[in-house]
């Protein structure tokens, strides 16, 4: 019988977070990276303020996008 093939997932990252301290985004992100989740950092600008934002991921399908989720949750 063939294999089921894994449903690509709906979107590739979780976001976690929106920091305006990048001392606190830098913290969560290592939490989650410690946890073993892929976590990565960006930069924003919203009405000239400077934000950092964490996501985690990529992820490549839907399974792993919901099992990233749910460790994001814990």
């Not at 990048?22 to 919203?46: D, F, I, V, W, Y």
């Not at 992820?59 to 749910?70: A, D, E, I, P, W």
């Amino acid at each position: 019988a063939p294999k089921p093939v894994a449903k690509a997932a709906s979107h590739r990252y979780v976001q976690v977070g929106i920091f305006s301290k990048p001392g606190l985004a830098r913290s969560a992100a290592q939490r989650l990276a410690n946890a073993g989740l892929p976590a990565r950092m960006g930069k924003t600008t919203h009405n000239g303020q400077s934000y950092t934002s964490v996501v985690v991921g990529p992820f490549g399908t839907q399974s792993q996008l919901q099992s990233g989720m749910r460790a994001v949750r814990r």
